[in-house]
């Protein structure tokens, strides 16, 4: 079963720089691609990122391209997001989430992606 925590979102000032954790209690993180994606009140989900289950296929929004940085340790069952020169329109709740299909290069779907995470609040002033 997947289950997804994800930690490490807070309060900052714009220009700042934080790093989003999701670790996978389960037994299959190592196959399944990885997804970050943020929703702003008022709005829809978005796409941020995504990490293919090897680690070799990423994608990003082209918001956070230059800025947002996506990485697994398969390992340690965890996905990170570096998120580096953050703006006030960065504010909102990230989510993580895990591929419905194994061995995958990752999506900009949401559809795609089976398994989520509670969210963790970013919020930047300005």
């Known amino acids: 079963q997947v289950q997804l925590v994800e930690s490490g979102g807070g309060l900052v000032q714009a220009g700042a720089s934080l790093r989003l954790s999701c670790t996978d209690s389960g037994r299959t993180f190592d196959s399944r691609a990885m997804g970050w994606f943020r929703q702003a009140p008022g709005k829809e989900r978005e796409f941020v990122a995504s990490?293919?289950?090897?680690?070799?296929?990423?994608d990003y929004a082209d918001s956070v391209t230059g800025r947002f940085t996506i990485s697994r340790d398969n390992a340690q069952n965890t996905v990170y997001l570096r998120m580096n020169s953050l703006k006030p329109e960065d504010t909102a709740v990230y989510y993580c989430a895990a591929s419905a299909s194994h061995y995958g290069l990752g999506s900009r779907g949401p559809g795609d992606y089976n398994y989520w995470g509670q969210g963790t609040q970013v919020t930047v002033s300005s």
């Open positions: 990490i293919s289950w090897s680690g070799v296929t990423i």
